[in-house]
């Protein structure tokens, strides 16, 4: 007779499911870590080789004073963090600093802008860049805050692949995070990103002080969302110093490291063929922590030195990380196929 909890029900390895609860959800982080983890490494090689990582890196194309008040992030104008605000990039310049990544191993570029909004008058430099590192070779990606639905098409044709726009968290939390936009804005800019044929990178951030109820509840509206997100970055929130979240992090710690593996192990179960990005807040974590991340599910990473504003590990650790773990990076084709 076993004493210990019994596998997991067969139907979480059956095709991906739209109709999670919210309690299914919560009842999957209540399960004991040990079998929560082995169920999402069970499902993560039934989509996907558990070997291959992919790598992606960022570049901020347009940094600093930024119109929207997102309690944890460096680039807002509401905060004084110290960030010098810059304008918008030279298109000669984005494509150098995607020429670099290509060389250093990255297959996907992801262009960041510290806009509330995509401007019209913009988007004709936004589609030289887009289409510029797209002639590299590398697999494209923007995160430009709102789009309109004729916005996205433009983008689209241009040659973008992935549209980054995260929930950020739970819809009971998010008002605790960022009062300048709402849920639904969100949600419909991601509606015309997947009306115009873009695939979608959209997930969240783990240690902003929110419950497990709330991390629940932000894998919750993602796996129900009308088709689920491509990629789904989880971000271990970078503690911004003059940022509210950041300051509280500061002073009263950062999440158990635990609890981040069991959101991925979740994020992994729910959205099975999702590319699980282990995003922002590699940099303070170790070799283990981040081996578990793989194990429970997390297929995909951000390379290179720097993320938008703050410190990544820098190509050489990485390259011993996954010398370490027997890990390879991901082929593109591989990545399409995936998807
Ligand atoms: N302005 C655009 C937007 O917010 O959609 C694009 C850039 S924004 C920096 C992209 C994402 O980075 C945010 O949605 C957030 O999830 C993540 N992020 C920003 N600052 C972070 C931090 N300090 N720690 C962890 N993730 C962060
Ligand atoms: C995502 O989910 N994480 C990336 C990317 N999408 C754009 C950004 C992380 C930013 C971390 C803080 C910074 O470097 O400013
Ligand atoms: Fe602006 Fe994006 Fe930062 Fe929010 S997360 S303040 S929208 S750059």
Not at 26 to 37: G, I, Q
Not at 283 to 292: G, V, Y
Request: with cysteine.
């Amino acid at each position: 007779m076993l004493s210990h909890q019994p596998p997991a029900t067969s139907h979480l390895f059956a095709q991906p499911r739209h109709d999670w609860t919210l309690p299914e959800v919560e009842a999957l982080f209540a399960r004991p870590f040990m079998e929560l983890v082995f169920d999402a490494a069970t499902v993560h090689r039934r989509w996907f080789d558990p070997s291959e990582v992919q790598k992606s890196q960022l570049l901020s194309i347009k940094t600093g004073g930024c119109a929207e008040n997102c309690g944890y992030c460096s680039q807002s104008a509401f905060f004084d963090t110290g960030l010098k605000a810059e304008k918008l990039m030279d298109t000669a310049v984005v494509l150098a600093e995607a020429m670099a990544a290509k060389a250093g191993g990255a297959s996907r570029f992801c262009m960041g802008a510290a806009w509330r909004e995509l401007k019209d008058r913009d988007t004709p430099k936004l589609a030289a860049m887009i289409s510029g590192v797209k002639a590299l070779g590398l697999e494209t990606c923007a995160t430009l805050g709102m789009l309109t639905a004729d916005q996205a098409r433009q983008l689209k044709a241009a040659g973008l692949d992935y549209y980054n726009h995260n929930l950020d968290t739970g819809p009971e939390y998010y008002t605790q995070v960022v009062t300048t936009r709402t849920y639904k804005d969100r949600l419909d800019t991601l509606s015309h990103v997947r009306d115009a044929g873009m695939s979608t990178c959209c997930g969240g951030i783990v240690g902003m002080g929110e419950a497990r109820r709330d991390r629940a509840s932000l894998l919750h509206a993602l796996a129900t969302l009308p088709e689920h997100p491509d990629s789904l970055p989880v971000n271990a929130l970078v503690p911004v110093t003059g940022t509210p979240l950041g300051e509280r992090v500061i002073q009263s710690g950062e999440i158990d490291p635990i609890e981040f593996v069991r959101t991925v192990a979740v994020a992994r179960l729910v959205c099975p063929r999702a590319m699980v990005r282990l995003s922002a807040g590699r940099e303070t974590m170790s070799p283990e922590m981040q081996a578990l991340c793989f194990l429970a599910g997390a297929n995909s990473i951000f390379v290179g030195g720097k993320l938008l504003t703050t410190p990544n590990p820098e190509q050489d650790e990485d390259a011993r990380l996954f010398a370490l773990l027997d890990l390879k990076p991901m082929a593109s084709m591989a990545v399409e196929a995936a998807a």
